[in-house]
């Protein structure tokens, strides 16, 4: 069965279990799955029962698809993702966003726990993200070509939304967030990066580094989904700042984030027209 009758399948599977239109997407990731606590739940999936949809293999990504009212708005938010390091094709990671336009999403928001590289954030701080920099092995997008997609050379010269994340830096200082804006580095992993590697990706210009996020992106923006980004500080790539980070570490400090987190993604989706 070839690429599109997957993606096919498992979004009519979804609509055959939930009915209402969703124009809004989340994507929950690593300890900050609570987050869709904040959601009305109606319906809840889990990844297993969907049609060709990859598993999650990792720590706190509870591997659900769940549907209901977040800020008075339809939204479908994934409580866990998938990583290019738990095995999977770059078009297994980013069939879901595939999926998503399928069910008629428009815009999605992204969220991640990641390595902070800038001098000035510290552990469980916030970053919205404003730019990325791909420098995971191969491309989602690489492969047969499909013109349902989109363009075959998408452009990425707004890969993140100025407008969403006008409306969350200007709902973070209302509210006193401490919140950061970045570039984002994504990365294969699953180690974490050396002194000498945090090093060489903040020269190139990110403020962060993380494992997931890049692939996703490409995807949504190649099919005209316009995208939020927001990221959790877990731990530190700062020289003098660098200590051993456990996954217990990560998640404590995305915990530590996640409230933040969780307003400045409420009021995004609350003012998505």
Known sequence: MNYLNQISEAASFIRSQYTSEVSIAIILGTGLGHLGDQITVEK????????????????SHS??????????KKVMAMK????????????EVTFPVRVMKKLGVKTLLVSNACGGLNPDQEVGDVMLIRDQIDLFPESPLRGKHYEEFGPRFPDMSDAYSADLLAIALGFAKANNFRVHTGVYAGVQGPNLETPAEYKYIRSIGADAVGMSTVPEVIVARQMGIEVFGVSAITDLGVE????????????????????????????VVRQID
Not at 63 to 72: A, D, M, P, Q, R
Not at 245 to 263: G, R, S, W, Y
């Open 44 to 59: 809840e999936i889990d990844f297993a029962d969907i049609p060709h949809f990859p598993l999650s293999t990792v720590e």
């Open 63 to 72: 591997g659900k698809l769940v549907f209901g009212e977040l800020s008075g």
């Open 80 to 91: 866990g993702r998938f990583h290019y390091y738990e095995g999977y094709s770059m078009q």
């Open 240 to 267: 003098g700042k660098i200590l051993p980070v456990t996954i217990a570490f990560v998640l404590a400090a995305a915990a530590k984030a996640e409230p933040v987190m969780a307003e400045i993604i409420k009021e």
